[in-house]
């Protein structure tokens, strides 16, 4: 049209502006607004309201005010999109002052606020709204009470859902999409399943989201077979529903499923957005596949996502769960505007890994951006002291976390605090600490075991054991008790002692969560979980690098795990024991050895001298010696 030099009108101008809106095109939108200006369509009604349309719908509010604000004429439809400019962009509080101000409120404006404040989870400001709202003699629709379920959603409020729910179906609104679409919402996000599923199959008409719903619900209860069923059975997979399996897959410890599923939707050649890469990229930090991370991040730059916060925020976990803090911190730099979750991941990445020096300068950028720490930010900064032995740091922290900031404490507040003090050297203090705190079982619980790492890191059989027998008796089914009781004994050798910590942890029906490792070669993990070495080379090749570096205690747990012993079994854990200067421990597993009906090799005598020879037991050695021959 313009390479026609046919001149725009009002009906073009407005045309071309929606497209713009729709698409959220800031970039040509300002450009049109200048081909508005310079044909002199800016005192048009249509086409102002259509600008600031554009504005609002591409997050720029200010531009949005300034159009209106150079007006000579406005109606409804002038105020309103002004209004949604503002709650479109999270300024809820200049939108109440755009509200308060308009002459004539129609029920889309009520409509704009409610759904508003329902997406930051404002129920009760949502519930005032509706209220005067009725008060005004202004008839609830379909979008009022969708608005109305959504924010009972956000705030997983059930019984205000519920109620929200029984108002939907006397009015009469339970025919709308909308609405049953934000029942299904509402009731997936309480995990209410058999809600979602009576609601999923009172709909007639099902939508995409409808779809969605359903297989998020699925999802929330670990039932990845459904949201599969429910997902192939979707008309037409959307962005969003192939986001939905990977986030559910995901959540559910299954990375490498959702791994899978992000990249068939690639090959199918949709388009992922910035929570697709955000869902993937989670699914990374869980494997800690760093080549599969890297492959994401190249998807995330190509679409330029890597700078928005949810995408962002992703990588810089990723890369962190991964130990490359260097791209992880890359990563933070490239976020264009930070929200209080990158803040977050970044000071917990740095502190984490031991940089707290460079995580409290993070707090400090935080600080200095005008952004206010949450509980979040604490429970990052505490296990950053802890990790760092800040103790007056963690304690000034801790301080002021209720007298300067007025959050409240937390369970996990306070169990970081007993850690950083225990970990310090500092029972008494973490003791009167968590004696002060006793609100709930949990607290108890968590100081426990804290105090029991400290105990097992300074070796302290007294603590641990007094420890051990508190912690059972508020929790019998908890693990850590007797795990963390049977290690401390290991390492001061009282083996007879620990067995019997074993056995108890076995009549009581206590299962212990198997350890897990994993290795990345050529894009491929391997892992190795405790108990399941089936196979005796496999559990040879764990063990013997196990002591390779010096982990005596997994190299006993492998040891331990090998379902069929042979010779060189034995003789590997012997020698571990014997070179790491545990003589009676290794001479225990020789007569085990013995008993188990296997004869002892040229190999077994040679660890066992080399045992006695690193232990200076002479009498021992010279016996072992003048044996040998016999074998």
């Known amino acids: 049209m313009r390479i026609s030099s046919v001149r725009p009108d009002n009906f073009s101008f407005t045309s071309t502006l929606s497209a713009c809106a729709g698409a959220c095109e800031l970039r040509y939108g300002k450009k049109v607004h200048a081909l508005v200006v310079v044909s002199g369509y800016v005192s048009s009604l249509p086409v102002s309201n259509s600008l600031i349309d554009v504005y609002g719908k591409s997050f720029s509010p200010c531009s949005a005010s300034r159009v209106f604000e150079e007006m000579g004429l406005r109606n409804e439809v002038s105020w309103c999109s002004l209004l949604f400019a503002h709650v479109n962009a999270n300024e809820l509080g200049i939108a109440g002052g755009v509200f308060e101000d308009m002459p004539n409120r129609v029920n889309i404006a009520w409509n704009i606020m409610i759904a508003g404040h329902a997406r930051c989870g404002d129920i009760e400001v949502c519930f005032s709204l509706f209220k005067k709202m009725q008060e005004g003699s202004f008839c609830a629709d379909q979008w009022t009470l969708s608005a109305l379920m959504n924010a009972c959603a956000e705030s997983q409020e059930p019984v205000c859902g519920r109620v929200v729910h029984c108002l939907i179906v006397k009015s009469g609104w339970g025919f709308a999409v909308e609405v049953n679409n ?19 199959e009172s709909i007639e008409s099902r939508t995409q989201v409808s779809w969605n719903s359903i297989i998020d619900a699925h999802m929330k ?22 986001t939905s399996m990977i986030t559910g897959h995901a959540r559910n410890g299954h990375g490498g499923h959702a791994i899978s599923i992000f990249v068939d939707m690639m090959r199918s050649g949709l388009q992922p957005d910035n929570f697709t890469l955000g869902a993937v990229l989670h699914a990374c930090s869980i494997l800690a596949t760093l080549g599969h991370g890297k492959m994401v991040h190249s998807f995330a730059i190509q679409y330029s996502y890597h700078a928005y916060a949810y995408a962002g925020n992703g990588l810089v976990n990723m890369y962190a769960k991964c130990g490359d803090i260097d791209s992880s911190n890359q990563a933070f730099d490239d976020i264009l505007v930070k929200d209080i979750v990158s803040w977050n ?29 949450d509980k979040v930010t604490f429970i990052a900064l505490l296990m950053t002291c802890s990790h760092s032995g800040l103790i007056d740091k963690g304690q000034a922290l801790f301080e002021s976390m209720t007298s300067f900031y007025g959050l409240s404490l937390e369970l996990d507040h306070v169990a970081c605090m007993v850690d950083v003090l225990a970990r310090g050297g500092y029972i008494k203090e973490a003791r009167e600490l968590s004696n002060k705190h006793l609100g709930t079982l949990g607290v108890k619980t968590r100081s426990n075991e804290a105090l029991f790492g400290a105990s097992f890191t300074k070796r302290d059989v007294k603590m641990g054991t ?11 089914e908890n693990e850590m008790g007797y795990v963390v009781l049977s290690n401390l004994y290991c390492l001061s050798g009282q083996w007879k002692e620990a067995q019997i910590v074993r056995k108890a942890m076995v009549d009581q029906g206590v299962k212990k969560m198997p350890g897990c490792s994993w290795i990345e070669v050529r894009n491929k993990m391997t892992t190795f979980v405790a108990a399941t070495m089936l196979v005796p080379r496999l559990a040879m090749v764990w063990l013997t690098c196990m002591q390779s570096v010096g982990d005596i205690d997994s190299s006993n747990q492998a040891f331990d795990d090998i379902l069929v012993k042979d010779t060189v079994s034995w003789n590997t854990m012997l020698l571990a024991f014997g070179l790491h200067g545990w003589a009676s421990r290794a001479l225990q597993v020789h007569e085990e050895k013995l008993a188990s009906g296997l004869n002892p090799d040229k190999v077994t005598i040679i660890a066992l001298l080399m045992t006695c020879s690193h232990s200076e037991l002479i009498d021992k050695g010279q016996a072992l010696f003048e044996t040998m021959t016999s074998f």
């Open 182 to 200: 934000s029942i299904l919402s509402f009731y997936a996000s309480i995990s209410s399943h058999d809600d979602v599923v009576k609601a999923f």
């Open 221 to 242: 209860i670990g039932d990845t077979q459904k949201a599969f069923i429910a997902f192939q059975q979707v008309p037409e997979r959307n962005v969003v529903s192939w």
């Open 345 to 373: 991941t970044m000071l917990l990445a740095f502190g984490l890994h031991g940089w707290a020096s460079r995580a409290l300068r993070v707090h400090e950028e935080m600080l200095a951006s005008g952004l206010n720490p």
């Open 466 to 476: 007094e420890l051990g027998k508190e912690l059972k008796a508020l929790e019998p």
